[in-house]
């Protein structure tokens, strides 16, 4: 089955400075990749994904890298604020699985004002 | 849209006792999926629906855990006899099920068994 590997497993910034936050998948045949962010008491909300079709995705802050062959992908912050501090998980998910979604352990990010 | 509606939030019982935590999926969403989150354990995959007919089960930690979904809007998970290492935070989740698709999560339910 698929596994996917996240790091860091904690990250602190200064705000307006940039966050870089990396997973590997195992499964080639995956092909759909999305980041959830989770605020303390919440459910993991998503904020961006990436389909195997394309290599990168932009939305405001935010974007997300795609290497196929190394079997990667990355989320990007720039210009960090406080308010987004919270822990990031990527995913990944293929037809082989249905829709089931492999979750990476997240990462606890920390922008400091 | 109401998003997944999931009840109670927060449940504090005793070692033995049955807890049966409730999920409301997006309307229009035919798959639902529940999740366990610890601090160890990260997320997990319990159990996931199609069509309101599970398909994996394979998360299930053991037979004390049972999920059913009677019809479309509605899915319930049920731990007999719940044990302290049960505690730990609940999802349910939902999507369209045509392939790969996001998921929507809810607001959990927090379960601290004593």
């Known amino acids: 089955g698929e596994n996917v590997e996240q790091h860091p497993s904690t990250l602190s910034v200064q705000e307006g400075d940039s966050a870089v936050i990396k997973c590997t998948y195992s499964?080639?045949?995956?092909?759909?990749f999305p980041w959830y962010k989770q605020e303390l008491g919440k459910g993991p909300q998503l904020i961006i994904d990436?389909?195997?079709?394309?290599g990168e995705k932009k939305d405001q802050r935010i974007a997300v890298t795609l290497n196929k062959t190394a079997k990667h992908f990355s989320l990007h912050i720039t210009e960090t604020q406080p308010e987004d501090s919270a822990v990031y998980f990527c995913a990944a998910s293929s037809y082989n699985a249905g829709n089931m979604l492999t979750f990476g352990g997240g990462t606890r990010l920390m922008v400091k004002p | 849209d109401a998003g997944v509606i999931q009840s109670p939030r927060h449940e504090v019982t005793e070692m033995g006792q049955e807890v049966t935590l409730r999920c409301k999926p997006i309307?229009?969403?035919?798959?639902l999926f529940w999740y366990r989150q610890t601090m160890m354990r990260g997320l997990e995959l319990l159990i996931y629906f199609n069509n309101n007919v599970p398909i994996d089960d394979s998360g299930m930690p053991e037979d004390r855990f049972s999920a059913k979904m009677p019809n479309a809007s509605f899915s319930t998970l049920k731990i007999q006899p719940s044990e302290p290492r049960d505690s730990a935070v609940y999802f349910c989740a939902s999507s369209f099920s045509s392939g790969p698709e996001t998921q929507y999560f809810g607001p959990g339910t927090r379960l601290l068994v004593l």
């Open positions: 990436i389909r195997s079709n394309v």
């Open positions: 309307s229009g969403h035919n798959s």
């Open positions: 499964d080639s045949a995956s092909n759909y």
